[in-house]
T-cell receptor, first 111, second 114 residues
């Protein structure tokens, strides 16, 4: 069964304290792994797409990596404005179009 | 207007009411989607439209009725809803529906069913 699991459910960091969010997945015919950021009361905002194991993408303090079973979103020296829910999703390439989302990790960064 | 716009942002309705959610995208995309987001749960895909044709109905109860009059507009008609239907309803668009890719979301319509 296709599945996306994100951990931890919530993460509290001090400003400047680097950490990583995990997204493990099981999917038939991976057609991309996606990271989104969602602020309270807003829709998700696209961050990255990763297509193959070993691929990495960076944007400001965020870096996403991909293996055959999981993806990590590394946050380096986070700031309070990085506080949000981070969603992971995978695209399935068989059985018709479908993007499967994880439940998200809520990140809180304290000044 | 740019991106994906949803109205209303907040809606409160009784179980016997009929209401509609509206979505408009200004990105020139050919695919539009309705997702349901409940607290601490993954986004649930409800419907997918490609060039105004429904290509996926993800086992959604008939009390939710989508309509896509053109590639820029998408509606979700609501009737005789249940309290468990209270959630954030998100509209999204993408260049095409044929493969998974980056989705552009609206800010959502927060629905409360009394």
């Amino acid at each position: 069964e296709d599945q996306v699991t994100q951990s931890p459910e919530a993460l509290r960091l001090q400003e400047g304290e680097s950490s990583s969010l995990n997204c493990s997945y099981t999917v038939s015919g991976l057609r991309g792994l996606f990271w989104y950021r969602q602020d309270p009361g807003k829709g998700p905002e696209f961050l990255f797409t990763l297509y193959s194991a070993g691929e990495e993408k960076e944007k400001e303090r965020l870096k996403a990596t991909l293996t055959k079973k999981e993806s990590f979103l590394h946050i380096t020296a986070p700031k309070p404005e990085d506080s949000a829910t981070y969603l992971c999703a995978v695209g399935r390439g068989t059985g018709g179009f479908k993007t499967i989302f994880g439940a998200g990790t809520r990140l809180f960064v304290k000044a | 207007e740019t991106g994906v716009t949803q109205t209303p942002r907040h809606l409160v309705m009784g179980m016997t009411n009929k209401k509609s959610l509206k979505c408009e995208q200004h990105l020139g995309h050919n695919a539009m989607y309705w997702y349901k987001q409940s607290a601490k749960k993954p986004l649930e895909l409800m419907f997918v439209y490609s060039l105004e044709e429904r290509v996926e109905n993800n086992s959604v109860p008939s009390r939710f009725s989508p309509e896509c009059p053109n590639s820029s507009h998408l509606f979700l008609h609501l009737h005789t809803l249940q309290p468990e239907d209270s959630a954030l309803y998100l509209c999204a668009s993408s260049p095409r529906a044929g493969n998974a890719g980056e989705l552009f979301f609206g800010e959502g319509s927060r629905l409360t069913v009394l």
